[in-house]
């Protein structure tokens, strides 16, 4: 069984950083690509960056030049390093997991709540 688990959740101030991780345990198989979602109260859950098993990554506009994706492999885990946070970043995080090629396949994790205050 496939879980993800994530960290680095909490409470950050504006202009701060915030550092998430999520670490994929149990039988999965890659290549995969890895990605970070996010969920604010009364909106729908939208993409924040993703990064393939090749490393080529995608950001939401409203990330770009402020939050960094990356992978380890070897560890099976992703972070994703949040500069210059803003109150509009308030969010739940969510880990995402996807099978690439002929794995076709779709995790996710439990989310891990952002807050940051102004």
């Known amino acids: 069984q496939v879980q993800l688990a994530e960290s680095g959740g909490g409470l950050g101030q504006a202009g701060g950083s915030l550092r998430l991780s999520c670490t994929v345990s149990g039988r999965i198989f890659s290549p995969y690509a890895m990605g970070w979602y996010r969920q604010a109260p009364g909106k729908q859950r939208e993409l924040v960056a993703s990064i393939s098993s090749g490393g080529a990554t995608n950001y939401a506009d409203s990330v770009k030049g402020r939050f960094t994706i990356s992978r380890d492999n070897p560890k099976n885990t992703m972070y994703l390093q949040m500069n210059a946070l803003k109150p509009e970043d308030t969010a739940v995080y969510y880990c995402?997991?996807?099978?690439?090629?002929?794995?076709?396949?779709?995790?996710w994790g439990q989310g891990t709540q952002v807050t940051v205050s102004s």
């Open positions: 995402n997991v996807q099978g690439e090629l002929t794995f076709h396949y779709n995790y």
